[in-house]
Every structure is written in C-alpha cells, then in structure tokens.
Nanobody
Framework: QVQLEETGGGLMQAGGSLGLSCAAS????????MGWFRQAPGKEREFVAA????????YYPDSVKGRFTISRDNAKNTVFLQMNSLKPEDTAIYYC?????????????????WGQGTQVTVSS
C-alpha cells in the first residue's frame, strides 16, 4: 500500500514557474515508477510526466516537453514536478500516481495509487 500527498499548487501568472511535490508513504518507494497527471474542468485526466523507479528515465508528452521536469528523491520518498513557462491551458488539478511495475507508463489504469490532487491555476 502506498499513500500519496501532493503539495505546492496555487495561482501563478502565465510565464511563471511553480513546483509540485508528492510525498509517498512506504519503505519501497524506489520500486515504483511515478507519474504526474492533470485534469482540467470538463476534460479527461491526461498524462503529464513519468519517471522510473531509479530516476534514470523520464518521459513527457509534447504539450509540456521542455517546460516541465519530473524528478525524484528516493531517500525522501518524494517526487517533484517543476513547471516553467506556465500557460493558462496548464490550469488543472494535478495528481501524482504510483505504479508497482517500476517502468514508465502514460496509461492511467497502470497506476494503482493516486494522491488527492492539488489545484494549479495559471492566469493570462
């Protein structure tokens, strides 16, 4: 069982930066690949970033590539999402998720554990 808690959301102007953190419970954090997803009002939840258990591999969709960076600190059971050059279309609830396969996936149903989400609002 893994419990996840996101922090760091808030309101930011377009072009600004914001960092999210996700703290995980459990002693085998490095066994889990981690992902960030987001859901805007009226839209489906979408993939934002993923990182392998070791942190050696990451993956991003084109919509955030070059602007967002995912990283992790396995000693602190925490995964991060640094968001730069924010756009109004980045406005959403951001969720972190964990999958026990340990490998990167963009597919929601692969992730067994989810946080409650944190709101990110980007004003124009």
């Amino acid at each position: 069982q893994v419990q996840l808690e996101e922090t760091g959301g808030g309101l930011m102007q377009a072009g600004g930066s914001l960092g999210l953190s996700c703290a995980a419970s459990g002693r085998t954090f490095s066994n889990y690949a981690m992902g960030w997803f987001r859901q805007a009002p009226g839209k489906e939840r979408e993939f934002v970033a993923a990182i392998s258990g070791s942190g050696a591999n990451t993956y991003y969709p084109d919509s955030v590539k070059g602007r967002f960076t995912i990283s992790r600190d396995n000693a602190k059971n925490t995964v991060f999402l640094q968001m730069n050059s924010l756009k109004p279309e980045d406005t959403a609830i951001y969720y972190c998720a964990a999958n026990s396969r340990g490998s990167i996936s963009t597919i929601l149903r692969v992730y067994e554990y989810w946080g409650q989400g944190t709101q990110v609002t980007v004003s124009s």
